[in-house]
């Protein structure tokens, strides 16, 4: 009979011996268990979000989850900060809603994409979307970083920040637009991460298909190179699809549509001012984008979901 442990019982750790009562018949006794009730130490348990006696744990998929996270399953890997305001969050559902996460309804390559990333078909992708102070002029930014929180298996995270300033006069539009691009960077940098590191589970023809990544002989183009590489690649192969899908977002908000028949091609270019397509871009392209970002006088649609009053 194996021998049977109770919680009342002490055991001793640090004198190289088999803990008392840990020999015998080898069954399987609790023994982890047992020495964390130890009396003679005062012991407790910390999650993996740092908190004592948290509930948090940790998911193969999706890291460290439950408790105090703010992260209840990892059925999505794209997060949201818990601080992050409600304008955000609804975008994001709404966005999904149109194709962004239902795979059924992936009609488009920039469905595509961003089903790519909600349905993590990327190995291991994580990303988070916040909020914060950022470089002035950027609406939002999209880093590749290392995980501060322990947050994933692998250690790294696409973090998507939209700059304050910007979400307190950008219309929902814009954001949307913003949220949409900023997937791709998101979307781009995991699988260049992925590949440049020798690990499989980047995305099927990928490098076919996003050759401007990529030099003459298939290498990743160093990170310098990084963000106009992905801007060429973001004009010449999204712009139309974006608009495609911002139209259908804003026919799904009841937002009055602008008379301006080019109006979401122009939303589109968004970010896109430096590269070498920009010449094709609607005239006019640049005066929808301040307007709408709240650069301009006023804006085009109206719709300011993200302002906080
Ligand atoms: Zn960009």
């Not at 442990?5 to 069954?27: H, L, R, V």
């Not at 896109?272 to 871009?281: H, P």
């Given at each position: 009979?194996?021998?049977?442990?109770?919680?009342?019982?002490?055991?001793?750790?640090?004198?190289?011996?088999?803990?008392?009562?840990?020999?015998?018949?080898?069954?399987?006794?609790?023994?982890?268990?047992?020495?964390?009730?130890?009396?003679d130490y005062i012991t407790y348990y910390i999650d993996c979000n740092g908190d004592i006696d948290g509930s948090a744990v940790i998911d193969y998929n999706?890291?460290?989850?439950?408790?105090?996270?703010?992260?209840?399953?990892?059925?999505?890997?794209?997060?949201?900060?818990?601080?992050?305001?409600?304008?955000?969050?609804?975008?994001?559902?709404?966005?999904?809603?149109?194709?962004?996460?239902?795979?059924?309804?992936?009609?488009?390559?920039?469905?595509?994409?961003?089903?790519?990333?909600?349905l993590s078909t990327g190995r291991n992708f994580n990303a988070i979307i916040t909020e914060g102070l950022i470089m002035s002029g950027a609406i939002a930014e999209t880093t590749f970083t290392n995980n501060l929180n322990s947050w994933g298996p692998s250690g790294y995270v696409s973090q998507i920040k939209f700059n304050e300033t910007y979400l307190n006069k950008s219309t929902d539009l814009k954001i949307a637009a913003t949220m949409m691009h900023e997937y791709i960077h998101a979307y781009f940098d995991w699988n260049i991460y992925l590949i440049r590191s020798g690990q499989v589970g980047s995305d099927e023809n990928f490098e076919k298909n996003y050759v401007l990544l990529f030099d003459k002989s298939g290498t990743p183009l160093p990170d310098s190179y990084g963000n106009a590489a992905q801007h060429e690649q973001i004009a010449t192969s999204f712009v139309s699809e974006m608009a495609t899908m911002l139209r259908n977002y804003a026919v799904s908000q009841n937002i009055a549509l602008p008379v301006d028949t080019e109006?979401?091609?122009?939303?589109?270019?968004?970010?896109?001012?430096?590269?070498?397509?920009?010449?094709?871009?609607?005239?006019?392209?640049?005066?929808?984008?301040?307007?709408?970002?709240?650069?301009?006088?006023?804006t085009i649609t109206q719709i300011l979901n993200c302002k906080k009053l």
């Open positions: 009979m194996s021998p049977r442990f109770f919680g009342s019982e002490t055991y001793c750790f640090g004198d190289g011996g088999p803990a008392q009562g840990s020999t015998g018949s080898g069954g399987n006794h609790p023994i982890d268990e047992e020495q964390a009730d130890s009396g999706c890291g460290c989850i439950l408790g105090n996270k703010g992260i209840q399953s990892c059925a999505q890997k794209v997060y949201l900060d818990t601080n992050t305001r409600q304008c955000l969050k609804d975008i994001k559902t709404k966005l999904e809603m149109l194709g962004m996460k239902n795979s059924s309804m992936s009609t488009g390559l920039i469905s595509k994409v961003l089903n790519s990333l909600n109006f979401f091609k122009k939303m589109a270019w968004g970010g896109l001012k430096g590269t070498s397509l920009y010449k094709f871009a609607p005239n006019g392209t640049e005066y929808t984008l301040a307007a709408e970002s709240g650069n301009g006088s006023a």
